[in-house]
């Protein structure tokens, strides 16, 4: 049964840093590329950011650039998210995805597996 888990949430001001962390068992997580999402209420569901299953290439969407960096340790079956310079727009659940089916990294349909979910609130 395959578990993905985050963590590391919280409410942090604008211009803080938040370490986002998802571990996943029971599957082999070096094997697949994963991402990262967040869905704002009332909103739809937006890729944040996808990492190859090496680690060697990663994505980005355009509003995180430069301020978020996403990583894995394959040794420990974790992929982390590094958010930094904070903004109240960035206020949402953020859900890690597991086994990329190939494809537009940023469409949720080809992620197999999700977590539950960690809210992060951006206070201005």
């Known amino acids: 049964q395959v578990q993905v888990v985050e963590s590391g949430g919280g409410l942090v001001q604008a211009g803080g840093s938040l370490r986002l962390s998802c571990t996943v068992s029971?599957?082999?997580?070096?094997?697949?590329?994963m991402g990262w999402f967040r869905q704002a209420p009332g909103e739809e569901r937006e890729g944040v950011s996808s990492i190859s299953s090496s680690g060697g290439t990663t994505y980005y969407v355009d509003s995180v650039k430069g301020r978020f960096t996403i990583s894995r340790d394959n040794a420990k079956n974790t992929m982390y998210l590094q958010m930094n310079s904070l903004k109240p727009e960035d206020t949402a659940m953020y859900y890690c995805?597991?086994?990329?089916?190939?494809?537009?990294?940023?469409?949720?349909?080809?992620?197999?597996?999700w977590g539950q979910g960690t809210q992060v609130t951006v206070s201005s």
């Open positions: 029971g599957l082999s997580f070096a094997d697949y590329a």
């Open positions: 995805a597991a086994y990329y089916l190939g494809g537009n990294w940023y469409d949720p349909s080809r992620y197999n597996y």
